[in-house]
């Protein structure tokens, strides 16, 4: 095929690749090691790179030959010879253990540079070009947070939004949103962005033992939503998690009973607002995107009835006969809530507060709490990506992988969430990652831009490839083929050509 002339720049991809190291195994495919790949375009060529993420995890494991540092699905163990129970004290004295720097699930930019990210407090910066490992950044010397999300998001000025949680002070467990600036005073050029991270503003946990697991959030042009879902960890299970041999993902539960709380800071005041928001128990990963109308917050979510997702992915049951066994409890659905910030304070108990046109509703109940519940999109979407331009803003297309009651995605689709029509692309025995959309420079439309997404063949003997798609049509541009064996990733991110610095700088 052809590449569009305008398409320059690096697809950077970021997922677990190590499983096995020397005769032991990790037991789920999320605590693989990093593995980084990428994508160059170049003048209608495309060039393939992957490394390992070097990062201390992967050192000390390679060094002892086999996995000495615990990932959330594996408990890993000190060498016997050591002393046992001051290592056992060691980890008592500190609530929290010291965390992977294995950050195998996203790429993040701050200022002028990338980090592979995963969802502990330690980041690792990167080369892009190279995917050279460079410095480790532990976001604890910068703001009190035990673990943070890997999928931050960026202002219009191109700082750094995150979020994550705070567990070990004094049981004041809370959740803290925090700001990395995209650039630092002239004056103190040396010094790196995090230097000046603040934190927006804490929400206090509604469980001081109990945090909610979290994996992104969501935002607007004046708003950080934040989702308190029931599937939470517990945090005296995670302290002594070590002693009793069991992982840390042990010490995660979902409560079905169980109501979800939606959070609203408004980001001049950084004040959460203070009516009281909530739904049914849901289990979910990825927001979408989220905008505000006539004073209502939309958002949209990808959410499950139960946490069967994870445990899929425990690598017993990632056998040979994993497409027909492993069927999903609960099918991802997209849902749209309708929050009505500004409503009639006199509205009657029970009435419905949404005066948008929708199928999303949100009732007002006698203790003044709102209770919502969504409208229903499409269903059998995952790893939804949109026109970041179109972040916090009224959007129609989200581009995703398609995948059913499998949780292995089989396609590429593109929906449209005014029209609800979906495009697809797919091809036997193909399993596709993450789709990323990348404008045409100087769009005028939202899906004006091509997708890419690489592809997985089932079968070992075919090589993998690169796939471009237009994005509006989603008919095939080019496809790239690699041979060598590929993994099947994660997150990642594309960088255009002139936000690489050049080797010079």
């Not at 905008?291 to 994870?310: C, M, R, W």
Request: with cysteine.
């Amino acid at each position: 095929g052809q590449l569009p002339t305008w398409l320059q720049g690096i697809l950077l991809r970021n997922g677990p690749g190590m499983h096995t190291i020397g005769d032991s195994k990790y037991n789920h495919w999320f605590d693989g090691l990093a593995l980084l790949h990428s994508f160059t375009f170049k003048n209608g060529e495309v060039y393939y790179r992957s490394k390992y993420l070097r990062s201390d995890t992967y050192n000390c494991n390679i060094e002892a030959n086999r996995i000495v540092v615990s990932e959330f699905g594996t408990m890993a163990y000190p060498d016997p010879c050591k002393n046992i129970f001051a290592k056992a004290f060691a980890y008592l004295s500190h609530t929290i253990p010291e965390f992977t720097d294995n950050c195998l699930i996203n790429i993040m930019k701050a200022g002028d540079d990338f980090y592979a990210t995963g969802e502990t407090n330690f980041i690792r910066k990167i080369n892009p070009q190279t995917l050279e490992t460079l410095e480790k950044v532990d976001y604890n010397k910068y703001v009190a947070v035990n673990v943070a999300t890997s999928h931050p998001h960026y202002d219009s000025a191109g700082n750094v939004l995150n979020i994550g949680t705070s567990i070990a002070d004094k049981g004041k467990t809370k959740y803290l949103l925090f700001k990395i600036p995209s650039s630092v005073p002239e004056q103190e050029k040396k010094k790196s962005c995090f230097k000046h991270l603040e934190v927006v503003c804490s929400i206090p946990s509604r469980s001081l033992l109990h945090p909610s697991y979290y994996h992104s959030f969501g935002i607007t042009e004046n708003y950080i939503i934040f989702i308190e879902q029931p599937f939470r960890l517990d945090i005296v299970k995670m302290a002594t998690a070590y002693i009793r041999g069991v992982t840390w993902a042990s010490c995660l539960a979902f409560n079905k009973d169980d109501k979800t709380w939606f959070h609203f800071i408004d980001r001049k005041t950084k004040k959460e607002v203070s009516t009281k928001f909530y739904t049914n128990a849901v289990v979910f990963f990825h927001h979408i995107n989220a905008y505000e109308e006539d004073g209502h917050i939309i958002f949209d979510i990808i959410a499950y009835t139960d946490n069967s997702l994870y445990d899929m992915f425990y690598l017993k049951n990632l056998t040979k006969d994993f497409e027909q066994n492993a069927k999903l409890t609960s099918i991802p659905t997209c849902k749209r809530f309708v929050v009505p910030l500004q409503y009639d304070k006199d509205a009657v108990v029970d009435s419905n507060l949404v005066t948008l046109p929708s199928a999303a509703t949100a009732v007002k109940e006698k203790d003044g709490n709102i209770y919502c519940q969504p409208e229903i999109l499409c269903e059998g979407i995952e790893l939804p990506r949109i026109n970041y331009d179109y972040n916090g803003k009224k959007y129609q297309y989200v581009f995703a992988t398609e995948v059913q009651w499998s949780p292995v995605p089989t396609k590429i689709a593109k929906f449209n969430t005014q029209t609800k029509e979906m495009l697809h692309w797919g091809q036997d025995d193909c399993w596709p990652s993450e789709p990323i959309f990348v404008p045409r420079p100087d769009a005028k439309e939202e899906d004006d831009g091509v997708v890419l997404t690489c592809v997985v063949k089932t079968d070992p003997k075919d090589p993998p490839f690169l796939l471009v798609l237009d994005a509006k049509t989603f008919t095939e541009l080019g496809r790239a083929t690699v041979n060598v064996e590929m993994h099947m990733d994660l997150h990642g991110m594309f960088i255009p050509q002139q936000e690489l610095k050049t080797e010079t700088e």
